[in-house]
């Protein structure tokens, strides 16, 4: 019984797909697509820069290559970073601590978008 139901449903499934063969990809065509001209990318490189938070005090850098701010050494006396907060314009997101010091306090690593 189990045998007749597997098997039914697996002629059922290739019916329905139109056949096994249905799936594999077309070859008509292919000397067309050889004639187009590749596309060409432009892509446009930002300089790198570094600059200085001054209502917080850290350094923070530019990733052209993921479009966003970053920060490793944001220092809490406390250890305890908030999740996001916005300063200058940008809003950034806690990703981790950097490293943690004897004393409680820490440098933590964020990221941010303008």
């Known amino acids: 019984m189990f045998k ?3 098997v039914g449903t697996l002629a ?3 019916a329905l797909t139109g056949g096994i063969a249905s799936a ?3 070859t008509e ?3 067309n697509a050889k004639q187009v001209a ?3 990318q432009e892509i446009k490189v930002d300089k790198n820069y570094s600059s200085t938070n001054n209502e917080y005090g850290f350094t923070y850098t530019w990733d052209p290559g993921r479009q966003i ?3 490793y050494d944001f220092y809490r ?3 305890v970073f908030a999740s996001y907060f916005e300063s200058d314009g940008i809003k950034w997101y806690f990703k981790g601590k950097v490293q943690v010091f004897s ?3 820490a440098l933590g690593h964020y990221e941010g978008r303008k």
């Open 12 to 14: 059922t499934g290739i």
């Open 103 to 105: 004393d409680g306090s």
């Open 29 to 31: 065509g292919v000397e």
């Open 38 to 40: 590749p596309i060409v």
């Open 77 to 79: 006396h406390d250890g």
């Open 4 to 6: 007749k139901l597997v």
């Open 69 to 71: 701010y970053k920060t």
């Open 24 to 26: 594999s990809a077309s």
